[in-house]
């Protein structure tokens, strides 16, 4: 074996394993079990946006706690019927605090429109479920096969506004269908790739409005 050779193999054998093959951490997970803090839209309460780290409980924002890691108020695997508890918390405000993360009902991004503690209208009006996911060849209308899921269409449509961005905001406020090419899978959305969050307010038949946010997830899987 040459010197050369003899070197660099000593100097592999002393490395520490970690530099070898660096930890892959999982995308999106950066945040999991960590306070945030979300903006509210002003008139609807829906959520806008969230950072890392607890709020002051100013005007317009709320707090959670990051159970899955995503970023966002809600929590996949954290929803009220999951098997999983949430964070235990006691202390004077427990009684006030129906999912115990620690956060009061008061100040909980959970009770926003749309988010895990949203009853999401249960008093027989429309309703929107937390995302929908169009195929890639399919022709869809968003906004109106997401209401098609939970059950129930709105008497009328109010209002449909992006979160940010302008992807196919004319279809989605006319309801007129479209093809999902690859062009809206690769697209850079106001959430992420291929993926847009719109605001919509709507009417029932009772006369009653409602607004809540819907992502719009092109060709996930």
């Known amino acids: ?24 951490t999982s995308e999106g997970l950066s945040s999991k079990g960590q306070t945030i803090t979300c903006q ?36 996949e695997a954290e929803d009220p019927n999951d098997d999983s508890p949430h964070t235990s918390f006691s202390g004077d405000d427990a009684d006030d605090d129906d999912d115990d993360d620690g956060v009061s009902d ?21 309703d929107l479920p937390y995302d929908v996911v169009p195929a890639l060849g399919a022709t869809v209308r968003p906004i109106f096969d997401a209401f098609a899921e939970e059950g129930t269409q709105p008497a009328s449509i109010v209002s449909v506004t992006l979160d940010g961005g302008s992807w196919r905001a004319a279809e989605l406020s006319a309801g007129t269908p479209f ?10 959305g106001n959430r992420d790739t291929g993926r847009d969050r719109v605001v919509v307010t709507w009417t029932n038949a009772d006369g009653s409005t409602a607004s809540d946010h819907l992502d719009i997830r092109y060709c996930s899987k």
């Open 106 to 126: 008061d100040n909980d991004c959970d009770h926003h429109p749309g988010e895990d503690g949203d009853d999401h209208g249960g008093g027989g009006g429309a």
């Open 1 to 24: 074996m040459t010197h050369s050779k003899y070197l660099h193999v000593l100097l592999v054998s002393l490395l520490p394993l970690g530099v070898l093959a660096p930890a892959c």
């Open 179 to 188: 093809v999902v090419t690859s062009a809206d899978c690769d697209h850079a």
């Open 40 to 75: 509210t839209d002003p008139g609807t309460g829906v959520i806008l946006s969230c950072v890392p780290g607890g709020g002051s409980g100013g005007d317009n924002t709320c707090t959670d706690v990051d159970e899955d890691g995503d970023g966002e108020p809600h929590d």
